[in-house]
């Protein structure tokens, strides 16, 4: 069987390293991001793909940086046929990259070379794309610029959040890294087409502004995107006002921002003619809570204004 070092860190990368352990592979070593704090304690906790490995008794090296010669000395000293890598989250030194007696694959969550970088699944709910997938690629130096190997192609739900994507997404790399390993001998590496390429950059909170004056399709856009962090807000009475969930809702000539519909659940009129239903929402302060629930506590007439 086949020796390979696993390198990854969040959530996404957790099902394919249950795959290579569930399939036999020889996995001496899994490299991860050092462990962070978290919440309001601040108290350490160790990435989840450090946790699995630790559950399965396999040895975990989260090295600060890559880019010194004990590290990758170290990381070739376990003599891999392949380094696996699933959002590891930094760019792989040549040092590194050299070590594996067959190859370096990456496990990425586009169908490339669209959306090359760091947040490629946020980036094709934020653009309203109706299809995405995951690409296995040979790795170079630069951002997923390598060769690519296989493709899988995945459809978006009209409502589906980035977080649910994820999650999808994970569990179909992990079957094309399975793939790719059983068939890599006879798999023939495909150019990445430069002049077609498009990049994905990390998401921050100041994508989170929402502009009623946007049509409602692109502002559930926001909210599917930024669903589970950073989450996508407005304002309600000078305060803050997280919208968790939503959907497109009819026709309006009211003004951008304006509530237009307010028993039982909350509409807003939004540019070109359109509106949005609010389904799940925080007042800053508050606990999360869905429209209808808020509305008993909150009064919202019809005509004010949100954002």
């Not at 739900?157 to 994507?165: D, M, R």
């Not at 000539?253 to 304006?258: I, S, W």
């Amino acid at each position: 069987m086949q020796r390979v070092i696993f390198m990854g860190t969040p959530d996404f990368a957790v099902p394919s390293l249950q795959k290579l352990i569930d399939n036999g592979y020889d996995i001496p070593l899994v490299v991860s991001q050092p462990d962070k704090p978290r919440g309001r304690s601040k108290q350490l906790v160790m990435p989840e793909v450090k946790a699995l490995a630790v559950e399965n008794g396999i040895e975990v090296f989260q090295p600060v940086s890559l880019k010194n010669d004990e590290a990758s000395a170290y990381i070739a000293s376990f003599e891999p046929d392949f380094l696996v890598v699933a959002a590891y989250g930094k760019i792989l030194p040549k040092a590194v990259l050299d070590i594996p007696k067959k190859a370096c694959i990456n496990v990425h969550g586009s169908l490339l070379p669209k959306y090359r970088g760091a947040a490629p699944i946020q980036w094709s709910v934020l653009n309203g794309d109706k299809t995405t997938g995951v690409t296995t690629m040979l790795m170079g130096e630069g951002l997923d610029t390598g060769d690519m190997l296989l493709k899988k192609e995945v459809a978006i739900g009209e409502n589906e959040t980035a977080a649910a994507l994820f999650d999808r997404l994970a569990v179909v790399g992990a079957d094309l890294l399975m793939q790719t390993l059983e068939d890599f001998d006879h798999i023939t590496p495909e150019p990445q087409e430069e002049a077609a390429a498009t990049y994905a950059p990390m998401i921050s909170r100041d994508l989170c502004p929402i502009d009623w004056n946007e049509p409602a399709a692109t502002i559930h856009n926001k909210v599917r995107g930024l669903a589970e962090w950073p989450v996508a807000v407005t304002t309600l009475g000078g305060k803050n006002l997280k919208i968790h969930a939503g959907r497109v809702a009819g026709f309006t000539d009211k003004a951008p921002g304006t509530v237009i519909e307010n028993r039982k659940k909350i509409v807003v009129a939004c540019g070109n003619n359109t509106s949005y239903e609010i389904v799940s929402l925080q007042l800053e302060g508050k606990k999360r809570m869905q429209s209808d629930a808020f509305l008993l506590g909150h009064k919202i007439e019809i005509g004010e204004r949100i954002g």
